[in-house]
């Protein structure tokens, strides 16, 4: 209970860096399609986590502690076997979150999104920590996390935005 301002921060800075990244992208596929923009988005995310998010992790755990979870998670088979799992269905859904932005905005976008993975988080945490009590407020929060998505895409028309002319 006292490191609960955590996950709080987290979905925070989350949500920040996902309505970011997100507006930014559907700027630049009004130049270029989704399957020129994903390898470079990738090879800059890489950049990004080898060059400053993981040695800052690596400073305040303590470099040791943290390389030695990294080589332990590629030398199990079975912790490898999920990254692997996990890195491609995770690469897939990114993918198509990318190429759905243009056709139905950001705010849609990630309103689906959250539809999908609030609901799939609560599984994997059932089924990974069977011991972990799922809270009544969690389960509210999902149910209004899914009504989100319903409210976010069912508009009329005429409040219907668009990043690119539609033509008849």
């Not at 860096?17 to 470079?40: F, H, K, M, Q």
């Not at 943290?66 to 990114?94: H, K, N, Q, R």
Request: proline share 3%; hydrophobic share 50%.
């Amino acid at each position: 209970k006292d490191g609960v301002w955590l996950g709080y921060v987290g979905g925070l800075l989350s949500a920040i860096g996902w309505g970011i990244e997100s507006c930014y992208n559907v700027r630049g596929l009004d130049v270029a399609d989704t399957e020129a923009t994903t390898p470079v988005r990738y090879f800059w995310e890489f950049i990004l986590w080898m060059v400053i998010i993981f040695p800052i992790t690596g400073a305040i755990v303590g470099f040791d502690t943290f390389y030695g979870i990294v080589i332990d998670c590629f030398t199990t088979p079975e912790i490898f076997g999920m990254l692997v799992f996990t890195a491609l269905s995770l690469g897939v859904a990114d993918s198509l979150l990318h190429k759905g932005y243009p056709l139905m905005g950001v705010g849609r976008g990630l309103a689906i999104n959250s539809g999908i993975y609030v609901p799939a988080s609560l599984v994997a945490l059932w089924v990974f920590l069977k011991d972990y009590s799922i809270s009544l407020w969690l389960l509210v929060g999902t149910v209004v996390a899914i009504i989100g998505v319903f409210i976010m895409y069912w508009e009329t028309d005429e409040e219907q935005d668009s990043v690119r002319e539609i033509e008849a």
